[in-house]
């Protein structure tokens, strides 16, 4: 089992930064990748970005490239996404996840484990 917590979202102003942290415990061994989804009420779960284990290669949804950086700190067992200059349409829970498989990183059906969710909220 791997569990995964997320924390720092919050409300924001457009413009302005927030990071959010997700540290994972437990059978960790064999991740693939880390990704960070985020949902919309009404919307379907979207791709935002993700980090690849072994290489610490990333990869960005193209609404969020350019503003938004995936890191990680391995002494932390932590993933971060920076989000700069934000937008009202970033509005949503983010959700980090982890793969073992080797699917598809941009859809998140391919995720065996998810954290709780934290809401970021971008006001005009």
């Known amino acids: 089992q791997v569990q995964l917590v997320e924390s720092g979202g919050g409300l924001v102003q457009a413009g302005g930064s927030l990071r959010l942290s997700c540290t994972t415990s437990?059978?960790?061994?064999?991740?693939?990748?880390m990704g960070w989804f985020r949902q919309a009420p009404g919307k379907e779960r979207e791709f935002v970005g993700a980090?690849?284990?072994?290489?610490?290669?990333?990869y960005y949804a193209d609404s969020v490239k350019g503003r938004f950086t995936i890191s990680r700190d391995n002494a932390k067992n932590t993933v971060y996404l920076q989000m700069d200059s934000l937008k009202p349409e970033d509005t949503a829970v983010y959700y980090c996840?982890?793969?073992?498989?080797?699917?598809?990183?941009?859809?998140?059906?391919?995720?065996?484990?998810w954290g709780q969710g934290t809401q970021v909220t971008v006001s005009s």
């Open positions: 980090i690849i284990w072994s290489n610490s290669g990333t």
């Open positions: 996840a982890a793969q073992f498989s080797r699917l598809n990183i941009r859809d998140y059906r391919s995720y065996d484990y």
């Open positions: 437990g059978r960790t061994f064999g991740t693939n990748a």
